[in-house]
């Protein structure tokens, strides 16, 4: 069983900055890339951005002038990613979703986490 979890997420002013992480856990050997989707109200889940398991990242072209992504490899036993927001927009409201895919089992998602931007 794997386990995804998001934390970091809440209300952000325009023009702030927020980190988001996501822990996977359980029963991984390996894991071929964890990445980020979000999903506005009323409007589908879109990708933001993902870490292969080789370090090389893609970022949707909407936000790559606003966003990274890096990764913790001393944590033992899990997977840990942060996404890094900058000069966030009310445009970036939404729930934000990790997912890690797994070689031979497939993805995995996260519960969302809301990140809330205040104009």
């Known amino acids: 069983q794997v386990q995804l979890v998001e934390s970091g997420g809440g209300l952000v002013q325009a023009g702030g900055s927020l980190r988001l992480s996501c822990v996977a856990s359980?029963?991984?050997?390996?894991?071929?890339?964890m990445g980020w989707y979000r999903q506005a109200p009323g409007k589908q889940r879109d990708f933001v951005a993902q870490m292969s398991y080789d370090g090389s990242v893609n970022t949707a072209d909407a936000v790559k002038d606003r966003v990274t992504v890096s990764r913790d490899n001393t944590k033992k036993s899990v997977y840990l990613q942060y996404l890094h927001m900058n000069n966030l927009e009310h445009e970036d409201t939404a729930v934000y979703f990790c997912k890690a895919t797994i070689p031979r089992e497939g993805h995995y998602w996260g519960q969302g986490v809301q990140v809330t931007v205040s104009s």
């Open positions: 359980g029963d991984i050997n390996e894991i071929n890339a």
